[in-house]
C-alpha cells in the first residue's frame, strides 16, 4: 500500500493550505484515514482523522480552522487548513487504517507557517 501525499508548503499566518492523501495498491479496505503531524523536538500527534462513513474528529488545536474530508471512491483524503498559525509548522503524515487493523503511514510533507 502506498500513500501519495501532496499540499506542503510555506505560508504565512492566517493562511491556508490543503493537504491530500492518495492510497494505492492491495488494500481490500480502507476504514480511517486521517492526518498526524510531528513538529521539532515533539512528538507525533493526531491532527484530524475521519472514518470511513464520514465522522470525523480533530485535535482541539485544529477545531474550528481545519476541516478533514474524504472521497471514498478514490481513497483520497483531504486536510483543508484555514487560519493557520506558526505553531502548526510540522511534518504532516498520512494515515490509513486498512485490512486487519494495519496501519499505514505516508512520507510526510513540510507545513511551515511564517509568523
Known amino acids: 500500500v502506498q500513500l501519495q501525499a501532496s499540499g506542503g508548503g510555506l505560508v504565512q499566518a492566517g493562511g491556508s493550505l490543503r493537504l491530500s492523501c492518495a492510497a494505492s495498491g492491495s488494500i481490500f479496505s480502507i476504514n480511517a484515514m486521517g492526518w498526524y503531524r510531528q513538529a521539532p523536538g515533539k512528538q507525533r500527534e493526531l491532527v484530524a482523522a475521519?472514518?470511513?462513513?464520514?465522522?470525523?474528529n480533530y485535535a482541539d488545536s485544529v477545531k474550528g480552522r481545519f476541516t478533514i474530508s474524504r472521497d471514498n471512491a478514490k481513497n483520497t483524503v483531504y486536510l483543508h487548513m484555514n487560519r493557520l498559525k506558526p505553531e502548526d509548522t510540522a511534518v504532516y503524515y498520512c494515515?490509513?487504517?486498512?485490512?486487519?487493523?494495519?496501519?499505514?503511514w505516508g512520507k510526510g510533507t513540510q507545513v511551515t507557517v511564517s509568523s
Open positions: 475521519i472514518t470511513s462513513g464520514g465522522s470525523a
Open positions: 494515515w490509513v487504517l486498512g485490512d486487519y487493523g494495519m496501519d499505514y
